[in-house]
């Protein structure tokens, strides 16, 4: 199973930006995906999960009402749209597979973990 996000990169305070996690190997389709982030010096933060199914998602306080994730099964894709970026939101984002269908926000119930891309938000 390999993971690779895109669509990172530098944009103004109040921008957006839409984030992609393509998927290729073993399926993915029953499996939950989230998007988790770290800033330069600072530890891992979950930023938003989806479960396998595409109906319940789960979002870190930071997150919540700026930020969508949302999947596309058949294209073996995950997104993450970014709204109203703020110079704290940067970081390096990853995507990750869950180890099943469900949604979480602690790292360890996350078995794959793709590269990352840099979002940098300038103010």
């Known amino acids: 199973v390999q993971l690779q996000a895109s669509g990172g990169g530098l944009v103004e305070a109040g921008g957006s930006l839409r984030l992609s996690c393509a998927l290729s190997?073993?399926?993915?389709?029953?499996?939950?995906i989230g998007w988790f982030r770290q800033a330069p010096g600072k530890g891992r933060e979950f930023v938003a999960a989806?479960?396998?199914?595409?109906?319940?998602?789960s979002y870190a306080d930071s997150a919540k009402g700026r930020f969508t994730i949302s999947r596309d099964n058949a294209q073996n894709t995950v997104y993450l749209q970014m709204n109203s970026l703020k110079p704290e939101d940067t970081a390096v984002y990853h995507c990750?597979?869950?180890?099943?269908?469900?949604?979480?926000?602690?790292?360890?119930?996350?078995?794959?973990w793709g590269q990352g891309t840099l979002v940098t938000v300038s103010s």
């Open positions: 990750a597979r869950a180890r099943g269908g469900w949604l979480s926000p602690e790292a360890s119930t996350y078995n794959y």
């Open positions: 989806i479960d396998w199914r595409g109906i319940r998602t």
């Open positions: 190997g073993r399926t993915f389709s029953n499996n939950g």
